[in-house]
């Protein structure tokens, strides 16, 4: 049996609480030129004092060797295969889901782009010159008056940052087996949107439409003329996490991938701040709604991926000093990894393993001292595949039943 | 997904080279009666050296408690699963490739024993008195020159060491579902070539013919007067080296079957000497030829099989001598292990993992001093399965796209 459904079938419900901290990024290696980690060097007295009364092992993100992006990486963290088709969430999906919106199974969704095109019809500005938000906010409330009176699909648009927004169709009967409009490069016109399969024919003719009334509406706008759709997607087959773990679970995270990931997973994603110092408040505020907390820290990656491992220390010991206000919290089970390394030598994500820390009155206190990559190899939790981490979540919070009399 | 169908979506090319060096049979075991292993006595400074800048730890060859004879072994290394009856590579085949030859996905191999048998045609030799090799030249000679005129197939016979040679069916419409004919006794006659199946029925009547021919010629000699037939196999379909990985693949290994094994994963085999010094300065020749070097050192295996803790020793310290000249060829990925271990008490193969050393600039330098079985427990690697080692492999020679946005 899958992991995954072993834990479906044992999932019992209690009163704990799971904190489940992702440093994106955080693994990191010692090499010739860089002789210590971010974790080897930052002051992390909170963290270390966490270690000592802890159990330290390493999750392996996708498979050995395999470095994955943010989206597989939190898969696995959440105990699903990313490499298994079902699970992949199209970028639609994940945009419409990262800006909070809610999503049906029967709905479509897909990014845009507002972009310019010059007389000819040809792209000049993918872009559209990355309009100022406020722009945006104010296109993408003409277009959805507009299209309130559009009568063949319940359709809504809604503003992201820049030249980005979102477009949803609710509703049923949809394919989102339909190619990009956005050509992937100037001089030329948009495309039409273009069935894969003779399924989506009737959802690209609609989509094609839509983008024809949208035209209709911005045509003299100076710069903001056209719009181009990417990623049409509908929701990936994933179990939910309150069915699958029997946990409430909400996502804080402060960037529109990570709530998009764990929106599709079935958690629910609560506003909060970019920063560990600013999610922590709003993870107490919310502290009786949910089982589950999945709280993400971006800016770790950030630094390793600028190659900056001075940055990343900086980050680490931000965190370091507004953990004490999340551990006050009391949470029965505390875990914090990555969902991969991005080691500063490579400034870019990695497949090395990632530092584990688990904490629980029942996670057994190894003998580590502190967080470190090269400590954490030595922990009693072992080198485990990041998907199999939410079982040991769910032991650790008593809410496994047992398997067999 | 599999771990090879994943690798085999990521991989891409690049112009590094990776250089793995298996010491058949290195692991070795602690014991009351043998406290120190081979690895833990020998004087290898080199090795040290090179360990103190890489990643340790181990692979497990095919299964917890298996122990794997050489093909399964090296089949692992190479990322397949042995298991798997696919990737069950026959005797014909390994004999075949491990002679240089050249297979097509149509031919047919068998191996073939010259023998001896008396006047009422009873077997009295199963391999002729192990006539030298020059005879079995000779005889292989006569046997190719008079099945030059046989109309019904394309014939190609090969000599081997001393009684052994290799019978090639060129062409197509073959089964391998045919039986030895060697009884595995004697004072019998030799078997008629059994079809396992109907399909392989003509291929057998073939064989039966073929045979025929054979003995015909070879009727008056005073030893090698008959054949035996054992092994028939065609290629297995195992997914290719430069297809599967993107690799150029050179095989370095002094005997036939690890060049079989390769030569069925898609690797060219390179004639090249026995023992390690003479190995290395066939790689240098063949530096540009190729991006992914096997190197194969039988002996410490061999020690090991004769229960020779001194000569296993003795082999590792010739390998340490040597390991400065395949060093100054500077492959970016260095990877050193074994097939499996092969404990001097057990005078035998064994499933203990097998201690690994990956060196990269980017392998995380851990903190592991010498390359022993011990401190390779303690490695950054952790203990994986053998049949994963190719990712890390491709990883740390940059060799795998990310996975996933």
């Known amino acids: 049996m899958n992991h995954i459904d072993l834990l479906a079938r ?9 904190v489940l901290l992702v440093l994106d990024g955080v693994g990191d290696i010692r090499s010739a030129d860089q002789p210590m980690t971010a ?8 963290m270390d004092a966490l270690a000592r009364g802890s159990a330290l092992g390493r999750t392996v993100p996708v498979a050995t060797g395999v470095t994955p992006g943010s989206g597989p990486g939190h898969l696995s963290l959440f105990g699903y295969d990313p490499t298994d088709p079902e699970a992949d969430i199209g970028r639609g999906v994940l945009e419409a889901l990262g800006l909070g919106l809610k999503m049906g199974r029967a709905d479509l969704a897909a990014r845009g782009n507002f972009a310019t095109m010059d007389a000819d019809g040809n792209l000049t500005d993918r872009r559209a010159g990355r309009i100022p938000t406020s722009e945006c906010q104010r296109l993408v409330d003409s277009l959805q008056a507009d299209l309130s009176s559009f009568e063949e699909a319940n359709v809504e648009i809604v503003a992201g940052e820049e030249h980005r927004f979102v477009l949803i169709l609710r509703g049923g009967g949809y394919s989102a087996d339909v190619a ?3 050509p992937q490069k100037i001089g030329v016109p948009p495309l039409a949107p273009q069935p894969r399969t003779p399924e989506a024919e009737p959802t690209a003719e609609l989509l094609a439409k839509i ?4 035209n209709g509406v911005i045509a003299n706008e100076p710069r903001a003329n056209t719009v181009l759709l990417r990623g049409v997607a509908q929701l990936p087959h994933l179990p939910q996490f309150p069915d699958l773990y029997k946990l409430r679970a909400g ?5 529109p991938l990570y709530r998009g990931v764990a929106g599709a997973c079935g958690m629910e994603v609560v506003p909060c701040g970019k920063y560990f110092h600013e999610i922590v408040p709003t993870v107490r ?6 089982d589950f907390f999945f709280l993400h820290v971006k800016q770790a990656d950030k630094a390793g991926e600028d190659g900056n491992l001075k940055a990343k220390i900086e980050v680490l010991e931000q965190v370091d000093a507004a953990l004490p206000e999340l551990l006050a919290l009391e949470p029965t089970v505390l875990a914090i990894t990555g969902d991969h390394s991005t080691p500063a030598p490579l400034a870019a994500h990695s497949w090395h393993p990632v530092p584990l820390l688990v904490h629980s009155p029942v996670c057994f206190v190894d003998d580590c001292q502190e967080f470190t990559e090269a400590v954490a190899t030595l ?3 072992g080198t485990l595949p990041a998907s199999e ?11 496994l039943a047992k398997f067999g009399a």
């Open 10 to 18: 044992l999932a019992i419900e209690n009163d704990t609480r799971i």
């Open 251 to 255: 996502a804080f995270a402060g960037y």
């Open 389 to 399: 981490l939410m079982g040991l979540l769910l032991a650790n919070a008593g809410r």
């Open 180 to 182: 990009d409009t956005d």
């Open 211 to 214: 983008i024809a009334r949208m």
């Open 285 to 290: 505020e919310n502290w009786s709604r949910f």
């Open 379 to 381: 922990g009693h939790l």
């Open 39 to 46: 974790l080897d060097r930052a002051e992390l007295p909170n």
